[in-house]
């Protein structure tokens, strides 16, 4: 049973950059077709997908995020990472890691998310 | 960006009914579409891919159905552990969608 579980700092100020990790157990960033993921959700609205990427180096970016995402990942750790720069009030949010079970795809696994706070 | 949206955004139900969410994308997009139940304070859950196959472990009171712009899931008899959100996606292109959701709520 694949797990993911993100990980990073739950406050950041205006203008830096957020910082996340996500850790697979359970099964392998570089194994098969899947695409790894991140989407995040404001407190008390909807869900907005921000970035995929495979362990060769395909990404794909949300246009509207594009300039500010730069998404990783770390085979010998078996995760993956997301930095989203120059945050505003906007970018709070709970922000969840996920597979794609493949490119242009659905999301089959997900962790159970982390709340971050953009707040000086 | 294809824009997805749903009908109703709340429905008050009781256990036992039959309950109906319909998602509409602003272009065609074949049966490239999920659904997802989301409950309070958790993540979002799997229920149907490609428009109509219940993803493994999903009752099979859970149905979707639907192609190209117009798609809705269906809930044939509502049980207690249903009462949630519940979000639409589209994956036709690259730019993945997913719609405001409909949240199901005890009548």
């Known amino acids: 049973q694949v797990q993911l579980q993100e990980s990073g700092p739950g406050l950041v100020k205006p203008s830096e950059t957020l910082s996340l990790t996500c850790t697979v157990s359970?099964?392998?960033?570089?194994?098969?077709?899947?695409?790894w993921s991140w989407i995040r959700q404001p407190p008390g609205k909807g869900l907005e997908w921000i970035a995929f990427?495979?362990?060769?180096?395909?990404?794909n970016y949300n246009p509207s995020l594009k300039s500010r995402v730069t998404i990783s990942v770390d085979t010998s750790k078996n995760q993956f990472s997301l930095k989203l720069s120059s945050v505003t009030a906007a970018d709070t949010a709970v922000y969840y890691c996920?597979?794609?079970?493949?490119?242009?795809?659905?999301?089959?696994?997900w962790g159970q998310g982390t709340l971050v706070t953009v707040s000086s | 960006d294809i824009q997805m949206t749903q009908s109703p955004s709340t429905l008050s139900a009781s256990v036992g009914d039959r309950v109906t969410i319909t998602c509409r994308a602003s272009?065609?997009?074949?049966?490239?579409l999920a659904w997802y139940q989301q409950k309070p304070g958790k993540a979002p859950k799997l229920l149907i891919y490609?428009?109509?196959s219940l993803e493994s472990g999903v009752p099979a009171r859970f149905s979707g159905s639907g192609s190209g712009t117009e798609f809705t899931l269906t809930i044939s008899s509502l049980q207690p552990d249903d009462f949630a959100t519940y979000y639409c996606?589209?994956?036709?292109?690259?730019?993945?969608?997913f719609g405001p959701g409909t949240k199901v709520d005890i009548k």
């Open positions: 990427m495979h362990y060769s180096g395909s990404t």
């Open positions: 996920a597979r794609a079970a493949y490119s242009q795809s659905y999301f089959d696994y």
């Open positions: 996606q589209q994956y036709n292109s690259y730019s993945l969608t």
């Open positions: 490609k428009a109509s």
């Open positions: 272009q065609t997009i074949s049966s490239w």
């Open positions: 359970g099964g392998s960033v570089s194994s098969g077709n899947y695409y």
